[in-house]
């Protein structure tokens, strides 16, 4: 039925039909029967109509809803979304607005897919029109939406906000990381704001379009934050974003034009808003905070120093998978001397800065881990502002110890103390100083040009004398880089200074471990672990105990079968969603209770997908994480317990074509572990020995899938055919092939000190 309007709230419950009974939103659960039910609440955040491509561009809206019993303020989850469809999702945008009470009857509950990120109810109301009630009273309050555009949005100053509600607000940025990728599939941006209140505002933003998160460039920029929800986190006011949101940033400098920064088509900015923007700038600029700024020019850096940098990009190469170097200059001359890192003239991307080196103008950056995607993007001659830029002193390749050390820059992974890079947009105010100084070296540009034997002097020193005799000889193995640097001894590359990529001949003196299964671990790619795969008596063990005294689950979304087990008074249970009933075995997901690990490994030669579960209090859980997650044919695969939600409560098994590994992962909460193969050998030639990992490139290498290899005896077999290859039992080492290997060379901290680590990439065997 269509939505219908009364008067008064109080009519709203003489609407109520005899057969419904009133309930509390704080009480519904999946397993409420809603055909007896309604609720009654405000309407605290209206969506606009849209098209939903899973019903087939059907047209829906959500709604957020809360209950104002007093008697419930205390309590969680008093705000509920809810979701209509076709006809009554333009009824109700047409009827409904912010503030008003709305009386809803015969809705459908739902698990609330974006429970973990709005922290509203864990359930989701769904409403399509065809038997519903929805009554709305409008609200006593003026109208929302005024004809003067000036009066078109209320700003809440900061020390007046209230927790769960839904504010429009402006502030100035004290703290902002740049978007990075959160634990889900969306970027998140982290900030913090003030204003002239003085009161610290902490806000996070959720999005899976980079685009949409606010452009901020410095701290002291000014945010305008609309439809952001407000909650207490630590004792602290919070902000979240939540449907509609929208974000506007403006430059923080006084006297320059105020011009709004989004991706946005459209959006609301009048002389209010330019009015609102000059208060704050005026304001932020007599406090301390911003004058304690941490932006430095390379003149004033100094070792150790963390510092924020606004440059140009010159040049830049690619020097392995975990590090790229840009080449940098802000027109100022360091007062220590500059570490040039080596890399070859033809992997280098941009203009030449020999004579910039030369001057001490250049600085090397070298960037690592997450901040290598916006380090690919990046073009020579753009922009850039560094956060968290890192001042060390190292020792260039071949330095004599009495020799002073060299300054070097590093942007470090993660993104603590707001830590990252960013282009600058070539029009921005924040570059009017920078660019006047860059102007006064253009005579440099006449200068730098360069031959041959020039960049040979910069970019490298001759590497030590290889004995040709020594090495000569077919190589098992080939390299599969680009890289077009020269070969170098063992010797020469443990004197280098990383990151370095280079090319050695070597052979191996030994390798570990010496079992081989024991190469292949289980690999966390959210927290970084890495573990040994449990053997089959610690996997037996838990089955075991999971087994004893299990009684049935009584899942209402699940189709159960059960039979007796050999051992007397134990069940074997199979339950099946009933959404996959009639589907065949390959396309169903199967959860299993109550067997022993070689009952399952038996019954997974049959089925494509078996979880094993267990019952606690008669609900279904999954096992501990020691055990497989998901049997699969010959495959096990393994969840993170350090990571994995596990999350099993009203699971939802529609609309996935295919169940793998992945889908069965995230469908369970579980944060799936990849296999690897993890390998170190002691390489030898003919100046010296080095430990070397091979590792992210061990796939490659061998020509096998680490996943593949955990579940099948000849590919095993295939490894070790390889290893007595290439170290053949009671050989000797001259009796032992030549190996050309890719050889990367980084750091990494240990103990708060810096170890050097090498490792074989793009390298694989020969094969026949």
Not at 511 to 520: N, T
Not at 521 to 539: G, H, I, Q, R
Request: charge should be negative; charged fraction near 25%.
């Amino acid at each position: 039925m269509p939505v219908q309007k009364v008067n008064d709230s109080s009519d709203l419950d003489a609407k109520v039909p005899s057969h419904l009974q009133r309930t509390s939103i704080t009480s519904l659960t999946m397993t409420s029967e809603p055909s007896h039910r309604c609720v009654k609440a405000t309407v605290v955040h209206k969506g606009p109509v849209i098209s939903c491509a899973q019903k087939d561009g059907i047209e829906m809206l959500r709604a957020e809803i809360k209950e104002e019993d007093p008697l419930q303020r205390t309590a969680e989850h008093t705000s509920i979304n809810v979701i209509f469809f076709g006809t009554l999702a333009k009824d109700f945008s047409q009827s409904a607005r912010q503030g008003d009470v709305v009386l809803l009857a015969d809705f459908t509950i739902k698990k609330s897919p974006s429970f973990l990120r709005d922290k509203l109810h864990p359930c989701q109301l769904e409403m399509d029109g065809k038997d519903d009630f929805v009554y709305v009273c409008p609200s006593a309050g003026p109208s929302h939406g005024p004809s003067s555009s000036e009066a078109k949005y209320t700003y809440v100053p900061l020390n007046d906000l209230k927790p769960r509600t839904v504010v429009n607000v402006y502030g100035v940025v004290t703290f902002f990381k740049q978007p990075f990728p959160s634990k889900g599939s969306d970027y998140c941006s982290t900030l913090k704001i003030t204003d002239q209140s003085d009161v610290k505002v902490g806000c996070n933003i959720f999005s899976k379009k980079l685009e949409d998160h606010p452009i901020l460039f410095r701290v002291g920029d000014i945010i305008r934050l609309h439809r952001f929800k407000t909650d207490v986190f630590r004792d602290s006011m919070s902000l979240l974003n939540t449907f509609g949101w929208s974000t506007v940033t403006f430059d923080g400098t006084t006297d320059s034009p105020v011009v709004p920064r989004t991706s946005s088509k459209s959006f609301h900015f009048g002389e209010s808003d330019i009015r609102t923007v000059q208060e704050l700038r005026q304001w932020a600029a007599n406090q301390s905070w911003i004058s304690n700024d941490l932006k430095v020019s390379l003149s004033m850096v100094k070792p150790g120093m963390y510092f924020d940098l606004t440059c140009q990009l010159l040049a830049k190469a690619v020097m392995d998978s975990r590090c790229i170097l840009l080449k940098v200059w802000d027109g100022t001359k360091c007062q220590h001397p500059l570490l040039n890192v080596a890399v070859a003239s033809d992997a280098l991307e941009g203009e030449s800065t020999v004579v910039k080196d030369r001057m001490n103008l250049t600085a090397n950056v070298l960037v690592y881990d997450n901040h290598l995607e916006v380090a690919r993007e990046l073009k020579p001659g753009t922009f850039l502002q560094f956060y968290n830029l890192h001042a060390l002193l190292q020792r260039a390749p071949d330095q004599q110890p009495d020799q002073s050390e060299h300054l070097s820059f590093h942007l470090h992974g993660g993104t603590s103390y707001g830590r990252g890079l960013r282009s600058l947009p070539a029009e921005s105010p924040a570059l009017q100083s920078l660019k006047s100084v860059l102007e006064k070296h253009v005579d440099l540009d006449e200068y730098d040009e360069v031959n041959d034997g020039t960049l040979l002097e910069i970019w490298y020193t001759p590497p030590e004398a290889v004995d040709a005799e020594a090495d000569t000889g077919p190589s098992y193995t080939v390299r599969t880089c680009e890289h077009n640097t020269r070969r170098l001894t063992l010797a020469r590359v443990k004197r280098s200074t990383p990151p370095l990529s280079c090319h050695v001949r070597a052979r191996v003196k030994k390798y570990k471990p010496q079992q081989l299964y024991q190469c292949l671990k289980l690999f966390c790619s959210n927290c970084k672990t890495m573990e040994d795969v449990p053997d089959d008596s610690a996997v037996a063990k838990v089955f075991r105990e999971s087994a004893k005294d299990s009684q049935p689950c009584d899942e209402q979304w699940a189709a159960t079968s059960s039979a007796s087990s050999r051992e007397p008074g134990r069940t074997i249970s199979m339950h099946i969603s009933r959404d996959m009933v009639g589907e065949s075995t390959h396309m169903q997901l199967i959860f299993i209770e109550g067997t022993t690990l070689d009952e399952i490994c038996v019954l997974s030669r049959d089925y494509k997908n078996l979880v094993p579960v267990r019952s606690v209090n008669s609900r279904m859980t999954l096992m501990d994480l020691t055990a497989p997650f998901l049997f699969s044919g010959d495959k096990r695969y393994y969840g993170c317990k350090q990571c994995s939600l596990n999350t099993f409560q009203n699971p939802v098994f529609t609309g996935v074509e295919t169940w793998d590994e992945q889908a069965v992962a995230q469908a369970l909460g579980v944060q799936l572990m990849q296999y690897r193969l993890l390998i170190q050998f002691e390489l030898e030639d003919q100046t010296d020995t080095l430990e070397a990992l091979l590792w992210e490139n061990t796939e490659r290498f061998f020509h096998v899938s680490a996943v593949d290899a955990s579940g099948s005896q000849d590919l095993q077999d295939k490894i070790q055919t390889i290893m007595d290859t290439i170290q053949p039992p009671d050989s000797s080492l001259e009796e032992r092939p030549w190996l050309d290997l890719c050889l990367s060379v980084y750091s990494v901290k240990d103990d708060d000190r810096n170890k050097v680590c090498y490792q074989i990439t793009n390298t694989e065997i020969k094969e026949e």
